[in-house]
Structure formats: structure tokens, C-alpha cells
T-cell receptor
Framework: QQQVKQSPQSLIVQKGGISIINCAYE??????FPWYQQFPGKGPALLIA?????SEKKEGRFTISFNKSAKQFSLHIMDSQPGDSATYFC?????????FGTGTRLQVFP | GAGVSQSPRYKVTKRGQDVALRCDPI?????LYWYRQALGQGPEFLTY????????KSGLPNDRFSAERPEGSISTLTIQRTEQRDSAMYRC???????????FGSGTRLTVV
């Protein structure tokens, strides 16, 4: 009930391509869905977030698509760059508590 | 401070010893969270505070783990009688709103030998 399932585990994309990471959840009490980006040796940093009453949110090259009925949401990174290479975590919030997905290691090659 | 500060950065301890991990949140942040992150995994919730009140400790693995935030600012996570399975990165985060907009510290890497 509290889990957030994330896929794929790893992703290799060529520079300029689109990176897509998917997440699914079961608990309908989740009320906020952030994505975090983590570089090696650093803590996770908030990237973009969405509330369940919105189907899409775009910030620069990053877009969250949210499907409430399917209980799924995804992160799209347009025009992926080598500097985007990092681990990405989806998360969901319930009762002020962040529940993280298992992470996706993204590598963008020039 | 400018960010969330955790100390020590690295801690190696012998099995059976007690350890105390410290977190200094961003000044003025009401909420403080403790997470544990195993290598290659997402952070796992341990406990959180609003001001000095511990709101949720459901993620603490067992009664060897405890946390406090006595003055509503700095927090300490204590692990008693450490075991090898306690080895992990322990991360602290703070938030002004509590709505997922956390700022994480760089963590304390705990190794129990």
C-alpha cells in the first residue's frame, strides 16, 4: 500500500533524446508526487512535483505526466544532456511523509 | 545555515557500540526528517519531527533506533548496540512546508564492522 514502483532500473539515452521514467502507486491517499535527482555523493534534490488534480506539469525540459485513474505518473526529460546523467527517484507524499521509488540510473551519452 | 548539515560524514564503529548521528537543518525549517538509504536504493523513511514533536516514528526498524529534536532545531539519531545490518547512508532532510519540498543533507555513511 505504501510502495511506489519505479521502472526502468537503468536507462541509457543518446544526447538529444527523450528519457522516460515511469512510476506506479497503490495508495490513493498520496497527495503530492515529487521527482528527485541525485548525483553521486550528494543528497537527493527536488526536481519537479505535481499534485493529483493536474494531469501534466512542465518545467523547462522536464515534464511530469500524471494519470490518476491508472495510478501512474512519469517523468519525461526532453533533449537529454550528459549533465542529466544521475539517479532519478519518483516519490509520493502521504501525511507529510515521502515514500520513494527504487530509483532509475540515467546515463546520457554524447 | 545555507543547507542541511550532517555530521559526521563518515562513521565506522564496532558491532555493539552506540552511535549518534547529528543533523542541523536549514534555519527556520519546521519539519525535519530522517531517512536511510542503502546502496542503489531509494531513501527509506525512518522518522520525522515538526518543531520538537516527533510526529511519526513508524519507520524506525526496532527499539535500538531513537531520535530526538529537543529544541526544535538540531536533531540526533541514535542507534544502540549497532549491528552490521545497520550499515547504510543516513540522510536528514528539512522542510519549511512539509509538502514534499525537502532539502536533503549529504548524509552520514555508517559502517558497522
Amino acid at each position: 500500500q505504501q510502495q511506489v514502483k519505479q521502472s526502468p532500473q537503468s536507462l541509457i539515452v543518446q544526447k538529444g533524446g527523450i528519457s522516460i521514467i515511469n512510476c506506479a502507486y497503490e495508495n490513493t491517499a498520496f497527495d503530492y508526487f515529487p521527482w528527485y535527482q541525485q548525483f553521486p555523493g550528494k543528497g537527493p534534490a527536488l526536481l519537479i512535483a505535481i499534485r493529483p488534480d493536474v494531469s501534466e506539469k512542465k518545467e523547462g525540459r522536464f515534464t511530469i505526466s500524471f494519470n490518476k485513474s491508472a495510478k501512474q505518473f512519469s517523468l519525461h526529460i526532453m533533449d537529454s544532456q550528459p549533465g542529466d546523467s544521475a539517479t532519478y527517484f519518483c516519490a509520493a507524499v502521504v501525511n507529510d511523509k515521502l515514500i520513494f521509488g527504487t530509483g532509475t540510473r540515467l546515463q546520457v551519452f554524447p | 545555515g545555507a543547507g542541511v548539515s550532517q555530521s559526521p560524514r563518515y562513521k565506522v564503529t564496532k558491532r555493539g557500540q552506540d552511535v549518534a548521528l547529528r543533523c542541523d537543518p536549514i534555519s527556520g525549517h519546521v519539519s525535519l526528517y530522517w531517512y536511510r538509504q542503502a546502496l542503489g536504493q531509494g531513501p527509506e523513511f525512518l522518522t520525522y519531527f515538526n518543531y520538537e514533536a516527533q510526529q511519526d516514528k513508524s519507520g524506525l526498524p526496532n527499539d535500538r533506533f531513537s531520535a530526538e529534536r529537543p529544541e526544535g532545531s538540531i536533531s540526533t539519531l541514535t542507534i544502540q548496540r549497532t549491528e552490521q545490518r545497520d550499515s547504510a547512508m543516513y540522510r536528514c532532510a528539512s522542510s519549511s512546508t512539509g509538502v514534499g519540498g525537502y532539502t536533503f543533507g549529504s548524509g552520514t555513511r555508517l559502517t558497522v564492522v
